[in-house]
DNA sequence: CGTGAGGTTGATCGCTTTCAACGGAGGTGG
DNA sequence: CCACCTCCGTTGAAAGCGATCAACCTCACG
C-alpha cells in the first residue's frame, strides 16, 4: 500500500530491537495479512501473541450498538494481545498489508519463566503500554477535538522520527473513522479539525493519507492550547 | 515529601492483603498519610514503587491550564508507580487517611529478576491494569455522560462484590470532582446524572459519600444505552 | 453561630454531533 | 478507454448535549 510512497516508512524507523524473543522452536510462525483482516475478536481463544513486523494493525472495543472504541494503532516492533486470561477482550485489524509473528502465548510464558531478561522484556512492554494510554486519557478525557486530532498526529511524528523538527511527512494507514474513533469524536469533526490546521498553515494534506507536518512547534501549541 | 511521615515498622502487616513480596530487607516501609496528600509528583525521581495496604489513592495528570485527568483510583492491593524510566509521569494523592507500603523499585525489579513468580506477578499487575484501562477508554471516548457516571458505580461495586446483585452499598472516598476529572466531565454534570438516578429509583444517595445501588441490572442498562 | 468547602440545581451558551449534499479517487465492466 | 459506481473525505446548516455561569443548599468545624 504504501511501498512506492515517497514517504516515511514505519519500518524504516526501526529503532526497535526485533525480534522479541529468538526461538528455536517451529511453533511460531509470520502470517501475512491484506488490508482489514481481523487477527482475532473479542472473545476468541487467546492462545497466541502477536508480534507486529510490518503494516499497521488497530485494537478496538464495541459496545452493543455499535458504538466503537479504538484502543491502538499498533506499528512494527509492537507487541498485541498480552492479556490476562484466557480470551481476548477486544478486535484487532489489520489496517494495510501486514506481517504477523504470532507467538503461542503458553510459550511465551514459559520461556520469560526460564529467561529472566525475557519476563524483564515483557514488563518493559507492559509498563511502556501503559504510559502511552495514560497520555492518550488527557487527550481523549480534556481535550477539546482540536488539540485531540493536534496531539493525535504529533504522537505520529514522535513514532517515526525521534525528535521531529521542522517539515515531517507522515503516512496515515488509518481511514478518518479510525482517527475519530480512537479520539472519540466523529469523522466529520476530525475532518474539519484537519482542515482548520491546513489552513492555519500548520500542515498540509497532499492526500487525504499523507499529512506534511509543516511546523512542529506551532502543533504542538495547537495539541495543548487553542 | 514523606520523609517526615509517620513510620511504621515493617513487621506491621495489613489484615486486608497480602504483600506483594515478602522481603527480608529493611529497605521497605509503610507509611502512613492523611487525606489529601501527595505520595509522588510528574517528574519526581521513581525510586519506588507503592503499594496501598489501606486507604484510597488518586493518580492524575494535569495540563498546562490545569485541567486535570484522573488516570485511576487505587485501592488495597494496587500498586502504584511501576513506570519505565527514572522519573514519574504523573501525580499521585491519597483521598482518605491511607496506608502505603514503599517499595524501592531497582530491589523490586532485581527481585523479579531472580524469582520468577515476581516477574509474573508483575506483568500480571501490568496487563490487569492494561486491561481495566481499556475500559474506561471506552467509557471515557464513546459513553454519554449518564452512561459514564453508571459504569463508574458499576466498577466500583464489582470491586467490592465479586457479583453484585440486588442492593450494593458504596462509600466513595473520592469527590465529585476527582469523579468528573476520572471520567472527562464536569461536577456538576456528574451530580446531575447522579440525581437523574436517584429519581429513576436505580440508587440512592443517604450522603453524599455514600451510594446505595438498589437495582444492579436497571443500573446495568444504564451503562451501556442511557 | 459564622465560615468555607463541597454539592445540587437552574439558565444559558457553545462545541461537537447529526443530517445532508457534494467531490474525488480507485475499481469494474462494457 | 471511458462511463459508472462505491467508498471515503469534505463542507454546510441545524440540533443537542454537556459546559459554563450563577445561586443556593448542606454539613463539618472553629
Same mark, same amino acid.
Given at each position: 500500500?504504501?511501498?512506492n510512497?515517497?514517504?516515511?516508512?514505519? $519500518?524504516?524507523?526501526?529503532?526497535?530491537? +526485533?525480534?522479541?524473543?529468538e526461538?528455536? &522452536?517451529? =511453533? =511460531?510462525?509470520?502470517?501475512? /495479512?491484506s488490508?482489514? #483482516?481481523? +487477527?482475532?475478536?473479542?472473545? !476468541?481463544?487467546?492462545?497466541?501473541? /502477536?508480534?507486529?513486523?510490518?503494516?499497521v494493525?488497530?485494537?478496538?472495543? *464495541?459496545?452493543? @450498538?455499535?458504538?466503537?472504541?479504538?484502543?491502538?494503532? %499498533?506499528?512494527?516492533? @509492537?507487541?498485541?494481545? *498480552?492479556?490476562?486470561? !484466557? &480470551?481476548?477482550?477486544?478486535?484487532?485489524?489489520?489496517?494495510?498489508? $501486514?506481517?504477523?509473528?504470532?507467538i503461542?502465548?503458553?510459550?511465551?510464558?514459559?520461556?520469560?519463566?526460564e529467561?529472566?531478561?525475557?519476563?524483564?522484556?515483557?514488563? $518493559?512492554f507492559?509498563?511502556?503500554? *501503559?504510559?502511552?494510554?495514560?497520555?492518550?486519557?488527557? &487527550?481523549?478525557?480534556?481535550?477539546?477535538?482540536?488539540?485531540?486530532?493536534? %496531539?493525535?498526529?504529533? $504522537?505520529?511524528?514522535?513514532?517515526?522520527?525521534?525528535?521531529?523538527?521542522?517539515?515531517?511527512?507522515?503516512?496515515?494507514?488509518?481511514?478518518?473513522?479510525?482517527?475519530? @474513533? /480512537?479520539?472519540?469524536?466523529?469523522? #466529520?469533526?476530525? %475532518?474539519?479539525?484537519?482542515s482548520? +490546521?491546513?489552513?492555519?498553515?500548520?500542515?498540509d494534506?497532499?492526500? %487525504?493519507?499523507?499529512?506534511?507536518?509543516?511546523?512542529?512547534?506551532?502543533?504542538? !501549541?495547537?495539541?495543548?492550547?487553542?
Amino acid at each position: 500500500m504504501y511501498a512506492n510512497a515517497n514517504v516515511i516508512e514505519p $519500518t524504516t524507523t526501526s529503532c526497535r530491537e +526485533l525480534p522479541w524473543v529468538e526461538f528455536q &522452536s517451529n =511453533q =511460531q510462525r509470520v502470517h501475512v /495479512y491484506s488490508a482489514r #483482516e481481523a +487477527l482475532f475478536c473479542e472473545g !476468541d481463544s487467546a492462545q497466541f501473541v /502477536y508480534e507486529v513486523l510490518d503494516g499497521v494493525v488497530c485494537c478496538y472495543s *464495541l459496545l452493543s @450498538d455499535g458504538r466503537r472504541q479504538v484502543l491502538s494503532f %499498533s506499528y512494527p516492533g @509492537d507487541l498485541i494481545g *498480552l492479556v490476562q486470561g !484466557d &480470551s481476548h477482550r477486544y478486535n484487532c485489524d489489520t489496517l494495510c498489508p $501486514t506481517q504477523i509473528r504470532c507467538i503461542p502465548r503458553n510459550m511465551l510464558l514459559r520461556t520469560a519463566h526460564e529467561r529472566p531478561e525475557v519476563g524483564e522484556k515483557l514488563l $518493559t512492554f507492559a509498563t511502556t503500554e *501503559l504510559a502511552a494510554m495514560q497520555d492518550h486519557f488527557v &487527550s481523549i478525557g480534556r481535550k477539546s477535538a482540536q488539540e485531540k486530532v493536534a %496531539s493525535f498526529l504529533l $504522537t505520529l511524528a514522535h513514532r517515526h522520527a525521534i525528535e521531529p523538527t521542522g517539515s515531517v511527512t507522515l503516512r496515515l494507514p488509518m481511514t478518518r473513522a479510525d482517527i475519530a @474513533d /480512537y479520539l472519540g469524536i466523529t469523522i #466529520e469533526t476530525v %475532518s474539519r479539525c484537519l482542515s482548520k +490546521l491546513k489552513i492555519a498553515g500548520v500542515i498540509d494534506l497532499p492526500q %487525504s493519507a499523507t499529512v506534511v507536518i509543516r511546523d512542529v512547534d506551532n502543533l504542538r !501549541d495547537f495539541a495543548e492550547r487553542d
